[in-house]
């Protein structure tokens, strides 16, 4: 199998995976519009600080496959739906953010990636701080989801199930 359609393959499983948490918590009354006022509040075109987030939390699960030597979807999604909601906010807190570009595909094919990519490679102030926010943003979204659920870990499967 060709290296670089394993790694597309699996980030094809992150986005999917990303999309369908961001469902479940657009799910969650009044969590959407809390976060579309946040974009409002920092000057961030919601368009495109949804699409951001999608991209950040898609490259989040994506370095969780990645870094499980997940070979092909089947193990992708295994190692993803196993990870805890704690450590997909953990890696985005406490990893440097280039890391998130480890093993990405060339093209994702997802519209926020190349703006993720962008904020990455910047140093300008405003880069980095947007790319904090959105980093926030996505790191409150996962843990709202473990609001009001069961004190130990919650994995992103059981989540999703």
Request: net charge positive; glycine share 8%; hydrophobic share 45%.
């Amino acid at each position: 199998m060709d290296p670089s359609s394993e790694f597309s393959t699996s980030w094809q499983v992150a986005t999917a995976i990303a999309s369908a948490l961001i469902g479940a918590h657009d799910r969650i009354p009044g969590r959407q519009d809390w976060r579309l006022k946040r974009f409002g509040v920092w000057k961030i075109n919601p368009a495109t600080g949804e699409a951001g987030g999608l991209a950040l939390l898609g490259m989040a699960l994506h370095l969780t496959a990645v870094d499980a030597g997940a070979a092909g979807p089947r193990e992708a999604r295994r190692a993803v739906e196993s990870t805890t909601l704690t450590a997909v906010a953990s890696l985005l807190e406490n990893r440097p953010a280039h890391d998130l570009l480890a093993g990405l595909p060339a093209t994702t094919g997802t519209p926020g990636a190349p703006l993720i990519r962008l904020l990455i490679h910047s140093a300008e102030s405003p880069a980095v701080l947007a790319l904090d926010r959105l980093s926030l943003t996505t790191r409150r979204l996962l843990l709202t989801l473990t609001d009001g659920r069961p004190a130990r870990a919650q994995t992103i499967g059981e989540v999703l199930a």
